[in-house]
């Protein structure tokens, strides 16, 4: 089995933000500590390292762990921090994981690591309700195939992910750690869940 410790993490913070109104959302707080910092505290003792991909408060997210920036700066979607982390990560293998998914679980490397038989293989998170595409082990020799993707102006990571062999990892004892915040109304709710 893919040693989990053998791979890099990179926290996809790159957006834009457009349904939190622009925010940079991997500073935004849930119960007092910037989403990115959650991930990071729930990253970093599964693999062997972790990077940040962001495009704006770089500063801000370098205090926290080395930061990789889109190639392209034109918002090209999670596809983009694909690239980057592709481009920048110290293993062969990478492990991406959206910034508003800050409830990830303890042994999702873990888990993804054991699915992988062979480098052409893409490993996604399926809860059984959903795939949840941007949270996905990848293989550095796919980086080519991105780059001729984004370059023929395509952004969607499943028409991407169509060209390869895709293995989805059953976490559907887990559906609540990959609750996405992708609104304000969901950061919030969140946030009560746990004053209840």
């Not at 791979?7 to 707080?29: C, F, H, Q, S």
């Not at 699915?115 to 550095?140: E, F, M, P």
Request: with cysteine; net charge negative.
């Amino acid at each position: 089995m893919l040693n989990p410790k053998d791979i890099t993490a990179v926290i996809l913070a790159g957006g834009e933000g457009r349904r939190m109104n622009g925010a940079d959302k991997g500073l935004l707080e849930l119960w007092g500590k910037p989403l990115v910092v959650h991930l990071l505290e729930r990253l970093a003792p599964q693999v062997g390292r972790v990077l940040i991909n962001a495009n704006r408060n770089l500063d801000c997210y370098r205090q926290l762990a080395p930061v990789v920036p889109d190639n392209d700066v034109h918002y090209a979607g999670p596809l983009a921090g694909f690239e980057a982390g592709l481009s920048h990560a110290p293993s062969e293998w990478v492990l991406f994981v959206p910034c508003d998914s800050p409830l990830v679980p303890m042994d999702l490397a873990h888990r993804l690591c054991a699915a992988i038989r062979h480098h052409d293989q893409i490993a996604v998170v399926d809860d059984g309700i959903q795939l949840h595409a941007a949270t996905a082990l990848v293989h550095q020799s796919l980086l080519p195939s991105l780059c001729n993707y984004l370059d023929g102006g395509d952004r969607k990571l499943q028409l991407w992910f169509e060209r390869h062999q895709l293995v989805t990892v059953d976490f559907s004892d887990q559906v609540e750690a990959f609750f996405n915040l992708n609104t304000q109304a969901a950061l919030q709710e969140l946030e009560q869940q746990a004053q209840k």
